[in-house]
C-alpha cells in the first residue's frame, strides 16, 4: 500500500525566550533535522490571557522564581511583528517550512497576510468558539490539538469548523495530552484511532512525552501528522524547555519516523522481500543421510538428518520420503535428491 509521508512539526514554541538569535538557531536546528516546519506561537499577551491569571503547575515548575502569572510570562515570550520576515527568509535559506500558532483572531489575521499554508488550532482553544469560526472562515486547512478534551467536545468543535465550511479532507485532528512532560501512562494513544474511527478524519499526534518513542509509536498507528517541542538545551529558563527535545534528539526522532514510515510501506503481502530471496537456501533446510546408506536400502526417518543449505528436498516432504528405495550407495551426510531413490 501507498503510505503520505507524516508532516514533521518541529515545535519551537516560545522556546525562542524572546531573543530572535534563539528563535533564528531554532530554525536552523529543525532544517537540519529533517523536519518539514518550525512552528512558533503568535499572540498578543493582553488578547489571550487575564493579568491576573496564575501559571499552571508545569509553568510554575519549570520557571522556578519567575513571574508568577501567564500575562508576565506571556508578555516576555511574545514574538515582535518585525521578527516574522526575517525567520521566514531564514526558513527559505535553510529549505524548511514556516508555521506559527496564531491563539487570537488578530494574530490570525496577521499569520494570513503572511500566506501560511494552514492554521493549527491549539488545544486551549478547542471550546472557544468564536475562535473557531474566525480561523474556520479563513478556508484554509486546518490542524486541530485536542488535548484535555473528550470525544464530545472534540465533536462539538468538528460542527462548529464544519459549519463554517471546512470540509472534512481539510482537517487533521491530532491526540494530544496537555501534561508538561506527559506520563507515560496518560499517553492514551489507542485514542487517536478512536478520533479516526468515530470522527472520520486525518488524525495525528501533538507529544509532550519525554524522548522519542511515543512519536514513532504513532507513526505506526496511522498518525499523519506528528507535533513535536524542541529547544537549543533543555535548562534553559522557559515553560516548555523541560518537556521539548534536544536537537540531536529531533534529528533521531525525524530519522526513526522516516524509516518506519519505509517500514509500513509495503504492499501488505506476507512474501519474500527482494533483499531476503538471496537468503532462502542459505537459511532452509534439506534433508539428508544421517549415515551410510547402501543401494536398495528402504529409508526411515531414522535414516534422516535435516542440514543447510536448503537447495534440495524439503524437510517438509519427509513423510514422502520415508519408505523409498535408495538406488546408489551414498554416505554419511549426502544430501539425497528424487533422482536417488524409487
Given at each position: ?48 490571557v ?5 501559571k ?11 513571574e ?60 472557544n ?42 482537517l487533521?485532528?491530532l ?71 534536544e ?15 519505509k ?23 534439506s ?12 529409508l ?8 543447510r ?34
Amino acid at each position: 500500500m501507498s503510505v503520505k509521508p507524516v508532516i514533521i512539526i518541529a515545535e519551537a514554541g516560545v522556546n525562542h525566550n524572546g531573543d530572535i538569535n534563539k528563535a533564528l538557531e531554532l530554525i536552523d536546528v529543525a532544517a537540519d533535522a529533517g523536519a518539514d516546519f518550525v512552528k512558533f506561537q503568535t499572540f498578543k499577551a493582553e488578547k489571550i490571557v487575564n493579568p491576573t491569571a496564575q501559571k499552571a503547575v508545569y509553568q510554575k515548575n519549570n520557571m522556578k522564581g519567575d513571574e508568577d502569572t501567564q500575562f508576565g510570562m506571556l508578555k516576555k515570550l511574545e514574538m515582535g511583528d518585525d521578527w516574522y520576515p526575517v525567520l521566514i527568509e531564514r526558513c527559505q535559506k535553510k529549505g524548511i517550512k514556516f508555521l506559527s500558532t496564531g491563539f487570537d483572531s488578530e494574530s490570525i489575521d496577521f499569520l494570513n497576510k503572511l500566506n501560511i499554508p494552514f492554521y493549527k488550532i491549539p488545544s486551549g482553544e478547542l471550546t472557544n468558539k468564536p475562535y473557531l469560526q474566525h480561523i474556520a472562515r479563513k478556508g484554509k486547512d486546518l490542524i486541530l490539538s485536542t488535548g484535555m478534551a473528550n470525544l464530545e467536545e472534540v465533536k462539538a468543535a468538528l460542527e462548529v469548523i464544519f459549519l463554517e465550511g471546512i470540509d472534512k479532507n481539510q482537517l487533521t485532528v491530532l491526540h494530544c495530552n496537555t501534561e508538561y512532560p506527559t506520563p507515560m501512562e496518560d499517553v492514551n494513544l489507542l485514542a487517536m484511532r478512536q478520533i479516526a474511527e468515530e470522527l472520520g478524519v486525518k488524525v495525528g499526534y501533538s507529544d509532550h512525552t519525554l524522548g522519542i518513542e511515543v512519536p514513532i509509536a504513532a507513526v505506526a498507528l496511522g498518525a499523519w501528522v506528528i507535533e513535536k517541542h524542541f529547544t537549543l538545551d533543555r535548562g534553559l529558563p522557559g515553560p516548555d524547555h523541560a518537556a521539548s527535545l534536544e536537537p540531536i534528539e529531533l534529528k533521531s526522532m525525524v530519522q526513526a519516523i522516516r524509516n518506519i514510515e519505509k517500514a509500513i510501506g509495503g504492499n501488505g503481502i506476507k512474501e519474500p522481500s527482494q533483499s531476503e530471496k538471496k537468503n532462502i537456501l542459505i537459511a532452509r533446510k534439506s534433508l539428508h543421510l544421517k549415515r551410510e546408506i547402501k543401494k536398495g536400502d528402504v529409508l526411515s526417518q531414522d535414516d534422516l538428518i535435516s542440514l543447510r543449505p536448503g537447495d534440495g528436498i524439503s524437510p517438509m516432504e519427509i513423510d514422502y520420503i520415508i519408505g523409498k528405495e535408495l538406488l546408489l550407495d551414498l554416505p554419511k551426510g549426502a544430501k539425497i535428491s528424487m533422482e536417488n531413490l524409487r
